[in-house]
């Protein structure tokens, strides 16, 4: 396990330290009443599980431009099929991507649009060394964050 063993770590972990004993009770009931259910929690948790593994990362970004089959992904991102063939499943199960039959052969594609904007906004955070966020804020005025129709 890493600790956190340098001076500077430790002073930036006091400094975000609260000054004052106790938990505000006003901002601990409003941070009560807006958490998340624990089945959305584990949902969530899942998604996050699943986009943090690298291999799974490549078949979802091979796929935000196009559909494409186990043979075509494994060629891509440079992995078995059979090995691509086990992450799909577990993308699907989580409702990442779905499946669609021609013939004989089973194409892929993200599920919806949510999660082409999930893999764009990380992507866009992954990248944006200048943190650049004009505008992005609107963003957030399309999804229900909290419970409520945006």
Known sequence: MKTHGTASARSQMSAQA???????PERVARGRAGLLDEDSAFALAETFRA?????????????????????DL???IG????????????????????????????????DDLHIRVLLSVCLSHVRDTERAHEGLEKVLTF??????PA
């Open 51 to 71: 986009l943090a593994d690298s291999t799974r990362a490549k078949i979802l970004y091979a796929l935000l431009r196009q559909e494409l089959c186990t043979c």
């Open 18 to 24: 609260c000054t004052l004993p106790g938990a505000d």
């Open 79 to 110: 992995a078995s099929e059979s090995s691509v063939s086990q992450h799909l499943r577990m993308l699907r199960q989580l409702r990442l991507v779905k499946s669609r039959r021609e013939g004989k052969r089973v194409f892929y594609g993200l």
């Open 143 to 148: 999804f229900d964050v909290d419970g409520e």
């Open 74 to 76: 494994a060629a891509i």
